[in-house]
């Protein structure tokens, strides 16, 4: 309204000029002079109008929505000011959505890969020919400010149909830097690869991961359901962190975590401590200790194994700058049989480097894996049928190269030998992974 009499003043003077161009000069400028000033104090009151208008229908401002960003730190999570960026191909796993917002606020992130294989292994099914490799779907939401779930989802082909596998399902509250605690199914931290690499292949350099952390594997428990707690410990550049859980063992088959609860009422346990020194980007050194009971039996062919303690030290040291990257993990499998107090230790270790070249926007990623397992003889568990694990010694050499900035193209060559006396196998492996 005011800005409207403003205007039609502003006419009048113009018209008022217009036509007074004929009055004499002097007549003229003094007309100008009187209604430049009338112009001014109207101009002064129409502001003092709408400031008093203004203040009386005020609008409060609205509060912007903050934006959710997904994290996926290998546990435990690191505090703000840790948080680096990663190389090309690391999308930090796990957990959990900061922020403020809407609650919840759900998230989801999918992995996938779809593989081929020639080898001369002969009388194996499945060790030649095109494999669709896992759909993964990575799920998140905040239920409050300190509150987060994270889920990992896995469907995979078997022969007759695909298997849904629930990796990960996990309720985190986060007091604070120093003290997180957990409920749910973990990766069991006892080893590097298994907490930092997950079921989206993309994620790590390779097309599989070593074969002592091989999902599905026997040596190491792979998963772990209870609790954690976990955090940085004050250190100053040094970077201590720390894991603590306590949760079920193995299954009767030892691959399998307890899902639907401990078969011999018997909590194991993980304590985990590694260091990211600040001034090292991309340098990470730890070690973990595991124990449990175990019982294992094969419901499918009666075999009742013995009972056993098992104690598992691992220790790791990573550097995942890419120019270069190396990556090595030790692990001893220590199992006492209960009974004979008979004791067996089997090792494991792999040591992998890589290098990212500095050509076409650092996308080709050559890279060398050696490996090796071994189980001694007489071993009580891990000779079960059903449960048994393979020595091995087997080397990988490949090459990862980057289509775009969430798409990888990979090829192997691997040479592989199981037991001493048995010839070796040798295998050509291509794999096209991304994330989306």
């Given at each position: 309204?005011?800005?409207?009499?403003?205007?039609?003043?502003?006419?009048?003077?113009?018209?008022?000029?217009?036509?007074?161009?004929?009055?004499?000069?002097?007549?003229?400028?003094?007309?100008?002079?009187?209604?430049?000033?009338?112009?001014?104090?109207?101009?002064?009151?129409?502001?003092?109008?709408?400031?008093?208008?203004?203040?009386?229908?005020?609008?409060?401002?609205?509060?912007?929505?903050?934006?959710?960003?997904?994290?996926?730190?290998?546990?435990?999570?690191?505090?703000?000011?840790?948080?680096?960026?990663?190389?090309?191909?690391?999308?930090?796993?796990?957990?959990?959505?900061?922020?403020?917002?809407?609650?919840?606020?759900?998230?989801?992130?999918?992995?996938?890969?779809?593989?081929?294989?020639?080898?001369?292994?002969?009388?194996?099914?499945?060790?030649?020919?095109?494999?669709?490799?896992?759909?993964?779907?990575?799920?998140?939401?905040?239920?409050?400010?300190?509150?987060?779930?994270?889920?990992?989802?896995?469907?995979?082909?078997?022969?007759?149909?695909?298997?849904?596998?629930?990796?990960?399902?996990?309720?985190?509250?986060?007091?604070?830097?120093?003290?997180?605690?957990?409920?749910?199914?973990?990766?069991?931290?006892?080893?590097?690869?298994?907490?930092?690499?997950?079921?989206?292949?993309?994620?790590?350099?390779?097309?599989?991961?070593?074969?002592?952390?091989?999902?599905?594997?026997?040596?190491?428990?792979?998963?772990?359901?209870?609790?954690?707690?976990?955090?940085?410990?004050?250190?100053?550049?040094?970077?201590?962190?720390?894991?603590?859980?306590?949760?079920?063992?193995?299954?009767?088959?030892?691959?399998?975590?307890?899902?639907?609860?401990?078969?011999?009422?018997?909590?194991?346990?993980?304590?985990?401590?590694?260091?990211?020194?600040?001034?090292?980007y991309g340098f990470q050194v730890g070690g973990s200790l595991f124990g449990d009971k175990v019982s294992?039996?094969?419901?499918?062919?009666?075999?009742?194994?013995?009972?056993?303690?098992?104690?598992?030290?691992?220790?790791?040291?990573?550097?995942?700058?890419?120019?270069?990257?190396?990556?090595?993990?030790?692990?001893?499998?220590?199992?006492?049989?209960?009974?004979?107090?008979?004791?067996?230790?089997?090792?494991?270790?792999?040591?992998?480097?890589?290098?990212?070249?500095?050509?076409?926007?650092?996308?080709?990623?050559?890279?060398?894996?050696?490996?090796?397992?071994?189980?001694?003889?007489?071993?009580?568990?891990?000779?079960?049928?059903?449960?048994?694990?393979?020595?091995?010694?087997?080397?990988?050499?490949?090459?990862?190269?980057?289509?775009s900035d969430y798409a990888a193209f990979k090829t192997e060559y691997r040479n592989t030998r199981r037991?001493?006396?048995?010839?070796?196998?040798?295998?050509?492996?291509?794999?096209?992974?991304?994330?989306?």
């Amino acid at each position: 309204m005011f800005r409207l009499l403003f205007l039609l003043c502003l006419c009048a003077v113009t018209t008022a000029i217009a036509t007074g161009q004929t009055a004499p000069e002097k007549d003229q400028s003094e007309t100008i002079r009187i209604l430049l000033e009338r112009m001014e104090k109207l101009e002064k009151r129409v502001a003092e109008l709408e400031a008093k208008q203004g203040a009386q229908v005020a609008i409060p401002p609205v509060e912007p929505k903050t934006s959710i960003a997904m994290q996926s730190d290998p546990v435990p999570a690191l505090s703000n000011t840790q948080q680096a960026q990663k190389p090309k191909n690391h999308a930090e796993h796990t957990l959990l959505p900061r922020g403020e917002g809407n609650y919840p606020n759900l998230q989801i992130r999918g992995f996938t890969d779809i593989d081929f294989a020639a080898t001369d292994q002969k009388g194996v099914r499945g060790s030649s020919g095109f494999r669709l490799g896992q759909l993964v779907l990575h799920l998140t939401s905040p239920l409050s400010k300190k509150i987060s779930y994270f889920g990992e989802f896995s469907f995979t082909a078997r022969p007759d149909s695909f298997a849904l596998e629930v990796e990960r399902s996990i309720i985190r509250y986060d007091y604070n830097d120093y003290f997180k605690i957990s409920f749910g199914r973990y990766h069991t931290p006892s080893s590097y690869w298994n907490t930092a690499y997950h079921h989206g292949l993309w994620l790590q350099t390779t097309i599989d991961r070593p074969e002592m952390v091989q999902f599905g594997g026997r040596l190491l428990p792979i998963h772990f359901v209870g609790f954690m707690a976990e955090g940085i410990i004050p250190s100053g550049g040094v970077g201590l962190n720390y894991n603590v859980g306590v949760g079920n063992g193995r299954g009767s088959i030892i691959s399998r975590g307890g899902d639907a609860g401990d078969i011999n009422n018997n909590r194991a346990w993980v304590v985990n401590l590694f260091a990211r020194p600040a001034r090292l980007y991309g340098f990470q050194v730890g070690g973990s200790l595991f124990g449990d009971k175990v019982s294992p039996g094969v419901a499918p062919t009666g075999v009742i194994g013995p009972n056993a303690r098992e104690l598992i030290t691992s220790a790791h040291i990573v550097w995942t700058k890419e120019q270069p990257e190396f990556l090595a993990e030790f692990a001893n499998v220590r199992h006492r049989n209960i009974a004979t107090t008979q004791i067996f230790n089997s090792q494991a270790f792999y040591v992998q480097v890589g290098y990212r070249l500095p050509w076409q926007e650092n996308r080709w990623k050559p890279y060398y894996r050696f490996e090796h397992i071994h189980v001694p003889a007489g071993e009580p568990l891990f000779h079960l049928p059903g449960n048994t694990v393979s020595n091995l010694l087997g080397s990988t050499i490949g090459i990862r190269f980057d289509i775009s900035d969430y798409a990888a193209f990979k090829t192997e060559y691997r040479n592989t030998r199981r037991e001493a006396g048995q010839p070796r196998i040798n295998g050509l492996f291509i794999q096209t992974s991304f994330t989306f």
